[in-house]
């Protein structure tokens, strides 16, 4: 059973515009939530992140908003450009364990 | 600062070989957790060591295992291969365990070891 979901696999935005990632979780224990970029043939790299005290975190381009009693978040990018062209993924941390749930990622396309 | 390196780059083994798989984490980081992704998949938790001990793990058999050493580097070890392991092995360091003061939730990725079991 998927503990994160991304359901959409896919979108596509064109330069400059708003480009809207959405993430729901099931377990109300997870209590921080990450967001990751993935190019091809590389790792996934930390983008931001959000406490589950928080219900919007900043960073230059990009924000998190958490609404905690839907069980959602959503990433922002604004003004979305074509270098933000990626896999990016929804993880959640929560519970003794230390480890990251992750979602299976929605593919984003910046058209220029 | 150095950040996460992981080797091989790319592996092919036989079905029921053995494979060893090696992290090193970033400098100043404590903690190493390995993930196994499969095609169209997110990141799944195979297990994690904080100061050389396993610290969690997830829903793998006991053929994956682990160690850390002193210098917080880390090996992956997985026995009799079977073809649905082949998949991305992703290492990440993180500082302690995001549950202890001082440590950190952000968990930092190498670039993975891709391995094809045949």
Redesign the interface.
Same mark, same amino acid.
């Given at each position: 059973d998927q503990q994160?979901k991304q359901n959409s696999p896919s979108l596509s935005v064109q330069e400059g515009r708003i480009s809207i990632l959405n993430c729901d979780y099931t377990n109300s224990m997870f209590d921080?939530f990450?967001w990751?970029k993935k190019y091809p %043939?590389?790792?996934?790299? +930390?983008l931001i #992140?959000i406490s589950s005290i928080k219900d919007k975190n900043e960073d230059g381009r990009f924000t998190v908003f958490l609404n905690k009693s839907a069980k959602h978040l959503s990433l922002h990018i604004v003004p979305s450009q074509p270098g933000d062209s990626a896999v990016y +993924?929804c %993880?959640a #941390?929560g519970g #003794?364990?230390?480890?990251?749930? +992750? *979602?299976? *990622?929605t593919k984003l396309s910046v058209k220029p | 600062e150095t950040g996460?390196t /992981?080797s091989p780059t790319h592996l092919i083994k036989t079905r029921g070989q053995q494979v060893t798989l090696r992290c090193s984490s970033q400098s100043g980081h404590n903690?190493v @957790?390995w =993930?196994q992704q499969a095609l169209? $998949? !997110?990141? $799944?938790?195979i297990f /994690?060591y =904080?100061r050389e001990e396993e610290?969690?793990?997830?829903n793998f058999p006991p053929r994956f295992s682990g160690l850390q050493f002193p210098n917080y580097s880390s090996e992956l070890n997985v026995n009799a291969l079977e073809l649905d392991d082949s998949a991305l092995y992703?290492c990440?360091s @993180?500082i302690?365990? !995001?549950?202890i003061p001082g @440590?950190s =939730?952000?968990?930092?990725? !190498?670039?993975?070891t891709r391995l094809t079991v045949t």
């Open positions: 994160v921080y990450l990751y %043939a590389e790792g996934p790299t +930390f #992140s +993924f %993880a #941390s #003794s364990q230390g480890n990251l749930i +992750f *979602g299976k *990622g | 996460v /992981q903690t @957790s =993930y169209g $998949q !997110g990141p $799944q938790f /994690q =904080y610290n969690g793990r997830g992703l990440a @993180s302690g365990q !995001g549950r @440590s =939730y952000e968990q930092y990725f !190498g670039p993975g």
